[in-house]
């Protein structure tokens, strides 16, 4: 025992002062005790460095349970429960870019079962707190504007901390925290791989897009040329569909006594004016002409503040008699390719969506990701999320499931496991706990072993020939597309989102649920050619959203967000890594160890694995 608490501790870099060790030891369940230590270290302010740890630390940590071994016979103590420690809200940010689709704020807390305890156990907080009675069978719902704080010692002073302000795009109302209750070893856990084989029928399973071996391209000219000539054309086929264009003209058909204009262009440049106007440049494949958006109609100019080069788009103008086809017009209307609205759809099964879980680095959370794994074998959780989880058909891993080699400068340093082959063996071994009648869908990210530009082949098997070898697994590209018995999801890791951060004010990695909406409006997931996603110039842009999707899920920024646009569902998924010094660099706060769900109904769950 004692080995395997020290191993364990120092594996993950943390060194146990002689009192914290026997602290640990003397608790009821040691090894357990161990794991919820691990999980609040690393995801607080230890994340790579080896830190000591002593038993003051621990006792100070809020929500932790420390069981200890009491010699008392006679009498059963009571259970002081600690007090809960409430997640502050903020207000509603940037109500105009929202439109009244940003979600009012809650916190949704299920209360931990009631469990049973020897006349030997005794449950010990950290410090005196009042106690709270609640029916195990009621559901904790608070919804507030401020958060409790804990009183200082009186010897203390109190640590004044700026807090974060809440992101208004984090799904609070949908969150479910899952209980720390283990299931009893007298309840047969159902289908676990090692167990019992797999009856599950996955039929209705389909890969509707897979770019892994459908990628042609010689890097030349041409090729580039080839490439904004389909997505030219995919997209104005689109658009021509919209009801403004129906009667639309290439620019070299545009007559000299012509005043009406409605064009479908690809956009050059934009630039503001020095009066204040936006002059867009635009072409199509017979020509170009300038587009002036006056400062002096505001919804225009909210539009064509979004506005990024190489995007394809609807434009309503005007110009003067007796000018030529390349004179200067003036907008009346911008119009995105945008998506129709789609009916919700109701499915009879769970599906679980993952990503930047970064086995391999010192900052994974791993006894979070194992917490998420025994959940979804039916093995941990109340009894109503463990039913969640045996609903549970497919789990979709939307890239970065390995830390990688090399993909920033010093990442060496925060790596744990420093071969790309062992990180996905290790991937292998942790995956390969999950019950085989779960489907995963593995798409890679920039941090896998695939090639770096867009679209990515699925990760090769020679770099992951252990996570090949588990039949419940499916390799993809990034992106993909795949129909879940009907359910259509469009996968991609989100590298373009950085683009469409730098590219407008409006946009934010924390507000990265506003940047799918805007993926969906253009009908683009990557639409800024040659800026920080590397895009690949075949014959054909993968990255067009041909197929209007259920599901738009993302990852890549490892910040939980979720939002619904004319009835799809769009998830960014998170991380299971805690804040990386390169993520420190650019004030990227993560929100580890949550895990979206579309349970049975087709209702949107997030799921905590961490406090």
């Not at 401020?146 to 974060?164: D, G």
């Not at 979709?396 to 790596?415: A, R």
């Not at 373009?496 to 951060?501: E, H, L, N, Q």
Request: aromatic fraction near 6%.
């Amino acid at each position: 025992m004692t080995a395997e608490i020290l191993i364990k501790f120092a594996r993950k870099g943390i060194i146990l002062s002689p009192e914290a060790y026997d602290l640990i030891k003397n608790s009821k369940n040691p090894i357990n005790l161990s794991s919820e230590i691990i999980v609040k270290l690393k995801s607080g302010n230890y994340s790579k460095d080896m830190v000591p740890v002593d038993a003051t630390t621990i006792m100070r940590m809020e929500g932790l349970n420390l069981e200890m071994k009491s010699p008392i016979k006679d009498e059963k103590p009571k259970a002081i429960k600690p007090l809960e420690t409430k997640t502050p809200l903020s207000n509603q940010r940037d109500a105009e870019l929202e439109k009244g689709e940003t979600t009012q704020e809650k916190s949704i807390e299920l209360n931990k079962p009631k469990t049973t305890q020897s006349t030997a156990e005794a449950k010990i907080t950290t410090e005196e707190k009042p106690k709270t009675t609640q029916s195990t069978a009621e559901a904790k719902i608070t919804t507030e504007e401020k958060p409790e704080l804990n009183k200082p010692k009186a010897e203390e002073k109190p640590k004044e901390e700026s807090k974060p302000k809440a992101n208004p795009g984090y799904a609070s109302e949908h969150v479910v925290k899952i209980e720390d209750a283990e299931v009893s070893k007298e309840v047969e856990v159902k289908y676990k791989r090692n167990l019992t084989e797999s009856k599950v029928n996955f039929d209705k399973f389909k890969v509707l897009k897979d770019t892994s071996n459908k990628s042609y391209t010689s890097g030349e000219i041409g090729n580039l040329i080839e490439y904004f000539q389909n997505r030219y054309k995919k997209l104005s086929g689109i658009l021509e569909k919209r009801p403004e264009l129906r009667t639309w003209q290439k620019i070299n058909e545009i007559t000299e006594n012509q005043t009406d204009l409605n064009l479908i262009v690809m956009i050059t440049d934009i630039r503001n004016t020095k009066n204040g106007h936006y002059l867009i440049e635009v072409e199509d494949d017979t020509g170009s002409m300038p587009i002036l958006v006056s400062k002096d109609n505001d919804e225009l100019i909210r539009a064509a503040r979004n506005l990024m080069r190489d995007e394809v788009i609807g434009v309503i103008a005007q110009k003067r008699a007796g000018q030529s086809e390349n004179q200067l017009a003036i907008c009346q209307n911008l119009i995105d390719p945008d998506v129709p609205r789609k009916d919700r759809k109701e499915v009879d099964f769970g599906t679980v969506f993952t990503s930047d879980i970064h086995i391999g680095s010192s900052t994974f959370l791993e006894d979070a990701f194992v917490r998420f794994t025994r959940w979804l074998n039916g093995d941990f959780g109340s009894e109503e999320q463990r039913e969640m989880a045996n609903n549970v058909k497919y789990m979709i891993i939307g890239g970065d499931i390995v830390d990688g080699i090399g993909v920033y400068p010093n990442q060496d340093k925060e790596l744990a496991i420093k071969d790309i082959t062992a990180q996905y063996d290790e991937a292998a071994r942790l995956v390969g706990d999950i019950r085989s009648d779960i489907k995963i869908i593995i798409t890679p990210g920039n941090h896998d072993a695939s090639r770096v530009a867009e679209p990515q082949p699925a990760v090769p098997e020679k770099y992951a020939k252990s996570l090949y070898k588990l039949n419940n697994v499916e390799f993809l590209s990034n992106p993909s597309t795949v129909s879940l018995d009907g359910l259509e999801v469009l996968i991609y890791h989100g590298r373009g989102i950085d683009d469409m951060v730098m590219g407008s004010n409006d946009f934010s990695h924390e507000r990265n649920d506003l940047v799918m909406k805007e993926f969906l409006r253009k009908r683009h997931l990557a639409p800024l050619y040659g800026e920080r996603t590397p895009l690949a110039s075949e014959l054909e842009d993968h990255l067009v959203i041909d197929s209007v999707p259920d599901v738009l899920h993302t990852g890549h920024v490892h910040i939980n967000t979720y939002s619904n646009y004319k009835g799809i569902h769009c998830i960014n998924s998170g991380t299971f890594q805690t804040q990386t010094e390169f993520q420190k660099i650019y004030n990227i706060v993560p929100t580890p160890a949550e895990v979206p769900i579309i349970d049975v109904g087709g209702n949107y769950k997030q799921l905590k694995f961490i406090d």
